[in-house]
């Protein structure tokens, strides 16, 4: 059973950074797209970013310019970098992995902005 695990989260300021990891514990197949999403609390779970094998990236209005998703096709392994992060950012965030025949979620980290 193919599990993704995320890391990185915690507590940050408003305007700081963060970066979040995505690891694959066995390899996954067929990749075509790895993304993140996030849901905050009463909301429901909303798109972040997405990267494909070849490297395309879709950014949501509300992080563009401030948000950097990447990947290691190698290693199954993607990451969100934040920087200049708001309040509103605060929420669970969660890694996807699309794939030609089964896709996978991640647990969830927690992710709080707030001074």
């Known amino acids: 059973q193919v599990q993704l695990v995320e890391s990185g989260g915690g507590l940050v300021q408003p305007g700081g950074s963060l970066r979040l990891s995505c690891a694959a514990s066995?390899?996954?197949?067929?990749?075509?797209?790895s993304e993140w999403y996030r849901q905050a609390p009463g909301k429901q779970r909303e798109f972040v970013a997405s990267?494909?094998?070849?490297?395309?990236?879709h950014y949501a209005d509300s992080v563009k310019g401030r948000f950097t998703i990447s990947g290691d096709n190698a290693n199954n392994t993607v990451y969100l970098q934040m920087n200049s992060l708001k309040p509103d950012d605060t929420a669970v965030y969660y890694c996807?992995?699309?794939?030609?025949?089964?896709?996978?979620w991640g647990q969830g980290i927690q992710v709080t902005v707030s001074s």
């Open positions: 996807y992995y699309v794939t030609s025949s089964k896709n996978y």
């Open positions: 990267i494909s094998t070849a490297g395309t990236t």
């Open positions: 066995a390899s996954i197949f067929s990749i075509k797209f």
